[in-house]
């Protein structure tokens, strides 16, 4: 009979992801998640394999939540310019306001872009994104050409505010997307 686990998979991962958010993925060995989840390192080889397999479950279990906040906040969004505007700045309340932080999430970045099926799940995220944004621009000529603008212009507004760090990150991605619309307006 198998032992009962005293940490679930989905406590772990989130242990996991903690871990990579606050020390970078570097940091996320099996002996650092074992002092931070208090099991034994043989009990993590046992579920992920390697190292690399468990990045890749928690990056996974990452996007899974992600995912999930996309299509809950695209469906409770008006489907209106200002509905976009909401799910984008709904979307930027995870980044905090600490620019440093920030910054150091990119390179979880990093490791999507290096894995092919995490890359796979980031341009899945994306597509699923454009279209919720269309659907929410869709009196706008080309609503699907507006939406991938409009998106390149909020993760250029995260970018921007990570280096200027002024105020609240979503009052500074919310002023952007304004400018935005604001600018493209006919």
Request: with cysteine; glycine share 8%.
């Amino acid at each position: 009979m198998p032992r009962r686990r005293t940490v679930s998979d989905e406590q772990l991962l989130a242990m996991v992801l903690a871990l990579i958010h606050a020390e970078g993925p570097d940091a996320a060995t099996f002996a650092a998640v074992a002092k931070a989840s208090g099991l034994s390192g043989s009990t993590l080889v046992q579920r992920f394999a390697t190292k690399a397999a468990m990045m890749r479950a928690a990056l996974l279990h990452a996007w899974d939540r992600l995912d999930m906040e996309t299509a809950r906040l695209a469906g409770t969004v008006p489907k209106t310019p200002e509905g976009a505007i909401t799910l984008l700045v709904g979307l930027s309340q995870d980044y905090g306001d600490n620019a440093a932080a920030y910054g150091e999430g990119l390179l979880v970045l990093r490791e999507d872009f290096r894995d092919p099926v995490l890359r796979a799940r980031g341009a899945a995220w994306g597509t699923a994104l454009t279209a919720a944004i269309a659907q929410c621009l869709g009196s706008a000529k080309a609503p699907e050409t507006m939406a991938r603008l409009m998106l390149s212009q909020w993760q250029g507004s995260l970018l921007w505010w990570g280096f200027s760090a002024e105020g609240p990150v979503t009052a500074y991605v919310e002023t952007e997307l304004r400018c935005f619309l604001a600018a493209i307006k006919p």
